[in-house]
């Protein structure tokens, strides 16, 4: 391996290229690294976590926060690649690099705090103890990351875990491979003399399994549920803890007096932002009956105007992943043929089509991999557009009698990620946000949460379990251990064989009184 947090490339490694999703272009070669070649990279993270864990608080915190400086300096280098892997709009990569520095940042600065040991009280039989609870780092955290957001999703596991005095290796998606290697080179760069603390391994699924089976202390996952469930089979082998998030079916609800041109704005930025590829995304409003109409209709307006394409006029990028069109394209065509409407986009909404409102240029790759807007009302609760996670520019809009079948139908799916309300009064609108069962609600705003590195973020359900960011992300990437320290030797101890049994049943009634009358 190099210093680089990368391996030395020999005449036996197999390579992959990745790709300009956009024309097909080769990007790069990368490495596929094997079992032996990440079970090298754990054995070195574990050497350097040892040095890494031992160092106060502080020190850790001064290297990372270097780190975050150095991406902060480089943000040109590393949101470029970022635009290259996945095709977003490279304004889209400088946000993700702007969030994840804030992240970054609270991560470095709070983990001392969040972490340190505490004392707690201890009870009426456990007097004569005192008794206190730190927080352990695990040892080596293995990542597999995302394509759709590779620094922003990955770094709330990678970013937390370094915080909390791990050593980590990652696994970028095999879609956006170079961005994983510039982050670990940066790291490299900036925390000098912990060689293998944070390690990037390259190549697809059989990369991912042979991570999952190389003993790591635990696996965080970003990435479909039905490769969750694959992955979590191989960590189960080894009891290896397993973190998982694994996309929503994110809804909106909006009541009768919410304002509708706000709603509008942020309903078409949070299912067209990315092309639609957000696991918080939005993919399903639901707006009482008195509204719907009308916020169809600014819907409509906004979306009419977004472009995809590749060009700096361009409102986002091509789907990333080859075959995702298909994906729309039977969502967009089942929703038709169970009688949903279009009043954007509908049946001409294909991968690379230029007939459609907002459509790709005629300029743009043919057959490319840019989808049209897609707006849908009425879609039948059971249709795969209102059921499965389409992740494309799609969204679908239905009306509802009230805010309670609002919750209902919100409810009802597997997934539970993000949802948002908009609502006229803030009051009541988080008090709709508690009645639904998303792991993070954004009241009056789409994705308000991910902007807030000390608030947890994770779901349920096909949503996956766990939680990054904030202190219970911090907590994640740590054991708790419970100590107890005696002080004195107790009036009468129940723990001892020596102790005579009217003594210990004189104590047990004595209890039983008090907490009777407690």
């Known amino acids: 391996m190099t210093d680089t947090g990368t391996h030395r490339r020999t005449p036996s490694t197999a390579t992959f290229t990745s790709r300009d999703p956009a024309t097909g272009r080769p990007l790069a070669e990368h490495p596929v690294h094997g079992p032996e070649d990440v079970a090298r990279a754990v054995e070195r993270g574990r050497a350097a976590g040892v040095r890494w864990a031992a160092l106060p608080a502080a020190r850790r915190r001064a290297h990372l926060l270097s780190w975050k400086r150095l991406l902060a300096s480089e943000l040109d280098a590393v949101a470029a690649s970022v635009a290259a892997e996945t095709g977003k709009p490279l304004q889209d990569a400088e946000l993700e690099l702007l969030l994840t520095l804030e992240h970054l940042s609270w991560a470095a600065r709070n983990a001392g705090r969040v972490l340190r040991g505490r004392r707690v009280r201890t009870g009426l039989p456990a007097s004569n103890q005192s008794a206190s609870v730190v927080h352990r780092p695990l040892g080596v955290v293995g990542v597999i990351g995302p394509w759709n957001y590779p620094v922003y999703t990955p770094m709330g596991s990678i970013g937390y875990?370094?915080?909390?005095?791990?050593?980590?290796?990652?696994?970028?998606?095999?879609?956006?491979?170079?961005?994983?290697?510039?982050?670990?080179?940066?790291?490299?760069?900036?925390?000098?003399?912990?060689?293998?603390?944070?390690?990037?391994?390259?190549?697809?699924?059989?990369?991912?399994?042979?991570?999952?089976?190389?003993?790591?202390?635990?696996?965080?996952?970003?990435?479909?549920?039905?490769?969750?469930?694959?992955?979590?089979?191989?960590?189960?082998?080894?009891?290896?803890?397993?973190?998982?998030?694994?996309?929503?079916?994110?809804?909106?609800?909006?009541?009768?007096?919410?304002?509708?041109?706000?709603?509008?704005?942020?309903?078409?930025?949070?299912?067209?932002?990315?092309?639609?590829?957000?696991?918080?995304?939005?993919?399903?409003?639901?707006?009482?009956?008195?509204?719907?109409?009308?916020?169809?209709?600014?819907?409509?307006?906004?979306?009419?105007?977004?472009?995809?394409?590749?060009?700096?006029?361009?409102?986002?990028?091509?789907?990333?992943?080859?075959?995702?069109?298909?994906?729309?394209?039977?969502?967009?065509?089942?929703?038709?043929?169970?009688?949903?409407?279009?009043?954007?986009?509908?049946?001409?909404?294909?991968?690379?089509?230029?007939?459609?409102?907002?459509?790709?240029?005629?300029?743009?790759?043919?057959?490319?991999?840019?989808?049209?807007?897609?707006?849908?009302?009425?879609?039948?609760?059971?249709?795969?557009?209102m059921t499965e996670e389409t992740f494309g520019p799609t969204v679908a809009i239905n009306a509802v009698a009230d805010v309670d079948e609002a919750v209902r139908r919100t409810n009802a799916s597997r997934y539970a990620l993000g949802a948002a309300v908009f609502c006229g009064s803030r009051r009541e609108g988080a008090a709709i946000a508690s009645r639904l069962r998303a792991g993070a609600v954004s009241v009056n705003s789409v994705l308000g949460f991910a902007a807030v590195p000390a608030l947890p973020f994770g779901g349920s359900g096909d949503s996956g379990f766990g939680r990054v960011h904030g202190a219970e992300g911090l907590r994640a990437f740590t054991a708790p251990q419970s100590v107890t320290v005696r002080r004195f030797a107790p009036p009468v101890d129940l723990t001892s064989f020596a102790t005579p049994s009217a003594a210990k049943a004189r104590a047990v009634a004595l209890t039983r009184w008090l907490h009777t009358r407690r």
């Open 161 to 385: 875990a370094l915080a909390a005095g791990n050593a980590v290796v990652f696994k970028p998606s095999e879609y956006t491979p170079g961005t994983g290697v510039l982050l670990a080179r940066l790291f490299e760069r900036a925390v000098p003399g912990f060689a293998g603390l944070f390690t990037v391994v390259t190549g697809a699924a059989g990369t991912g399994a042979a991570l999952a089976a190389s003993g790591v202390d635990k696996l965080a996952f970003t990435g479909s549920p039905g490769t969750a469930r694959k992955v979590m089979e191989v960590c189960a082998r080894s009891l290896t803890p397993f973190l998982a998030e694994c996309g929503g079916k994110d809804a909106v609800l909006v009541t009768a007096d919410a304002d509708l041109d706000a709603a509008a704005d942020a309903i078409v930025w949070g299912a067209l932002g990315n092309a639609g590829q957000t696991c918080a995304g939005v993919e399903r409003v639901y707006a009482v009956r008195a509204v719907h109409a009308r916020l169809c209709d600014r819907v409509v307006e906004r979306a009419r105007a977004l472009r995809p394409g590749t060009g700096p006029d361009a409102a986002y990028g091509p789907l990333t992943m080859p075959g995702q069109g298909d994906v729309v394209r039977r969502h967009v065509d089942a929703a038709l043929a169970a009688g949903a409407g279009a009043p954007l986009g509908g049946t001409d909404a294909r991968p690379g089509g230029t007939d459609a409102p907002g459509s790709a240029d005629p300029a743009e790759p043919s057959g490319g991999p840019f989808v049209a807007p897609v707006v849908l009302v009425d879609v039948p609760e059971d249709c795969p557009a």
